[in-house]
């Protein structure tokens, strides 16, 4: 279920189940540059969504802000320095399972790349029209990844580039 009152500028929040609230709390980024976003592919050994395109991200630890979560996920999994303040964008809850906050991250230091193999056998700048080819851990992250796009676009101003 989508809330369709949140404003622009506050995160959607999408609920599967009955509504109720988990206590696993999960980060994710969205890294978007030159209208692309960075997806990450999982291993098909992992236990969990395996074979699947997911976003880079993981688990908040106890006493661990979602934002200080987000730098240091994007930080162990690409090997950056996530940038700025990341803009929340959506919240997806799973009942028994997960509460998952998906960040807009458009301003980094460093080259993104895949650091956690174990996890992820490919990372991809993938275009909005790739989209449809691949198939999500969750069916919700494509259409936050094409909200993602396409705000990063709207908050490019003209001749100013990308991530520093």
Do not use: K
């Amino acid at each position: 279920m989508v809330d369709e009152a949140a404003s622009a500028s506050s995160p959607t929040r999408t609920e599967t189940g009955n509504g109720e609230s988990t206590a696993v709390s999960i980060v994710a980024g969205i890294l978007v540059r030159a209208e692309m976003a960075l997806l990450c592919h999982r291993c098909a050994q992992r236990r969990l969504y395996p074979d699947v395109w997911d976003l880079p991200g993981g688990h908040v630890e106890d006493g661990e802000s979602p934002r200080t979560a987000l730098r240091r996920e994007l930080s162990e999994e690409l090997g950056i320095v996530a940038g700025g303040a990341a803009e929340p964008l959506a919240l997806v809850s799973v009942p028994a399972q997960f509460d998952l906050t998906i960040y807009l991250v458009e301003r980094w230091l460093g080259e993104p790349t895949n650091q956690a193999p174990d996890e992820h056998d490919e990372v991809r700048w993938v275009t909005r029209e790739a989209l449809d080819a691949l198939r999500f851990a969750r069916p919700e992250i494509r259409r936050v990844v094409i909200d993602a796009i396409a705000r990063a676009s709207a908050n490019r101003m003209p001749g100013l580039g990308g991530p520093p």
